[in-house]
């Protein structure tokens, strides 16, 4: 059985090429919000094994969602995403709880292997 991924992104092209990665790979993409308001919603509604966050997002950007997320479920799993030269905010989200991040523009290869690091 596939493993159930919410997609977290500003940008809808960004997810539509997250998807189709995970998807052709036997992941599941439970659901996806496009900024850290509807990331807290969606995990609560759809409880996925895997959140894939995006940083720089509008309305709430993705080291507060994480934070957010990982108070309501402190076994929650996320692997952040980032453009290039955002150190500081990786090292803030990974000392926020964050398993993994993988850098945009995304390597398929990269994703997956960050992926089957986290939830197999």
Do not use: H, W
Not at 43 to 70: C, R, S, W
């Amino acid at each position: 059985m596939g493993k159930n991924i919410l997609i977290v992104d500003d940008a809808a092209f960004m997810r539509m090429m997250i998807k189709d990665i995970l998807t052709k790979n036997g992941y599941i993409v439970a659901g996806e919000a496009e900024n850290g308001v509807k990331a807290l919603e969606k995990y609560n509604e759809l409880k996925p094994d895997l959140v894939l966050m995006d940083i720089t997002m509008p309305e709430k950007d993705g080291i507060q969602a994480l934070k957010d997320i990982k108070a309501a479920d402190s076994s929650a799993q996320v692997i952040m995403c980032s453009a290039m030269g955002q150190q500081a905010m990786v090292i803030e989200s990974i000392q926020a709880g964050a398993k993994d991040f993988i850098v945009k523009p995304f390597q398929a290869d990269r994703v997956l292997e960050a992926v089957r690091k986290v939830v197999g």
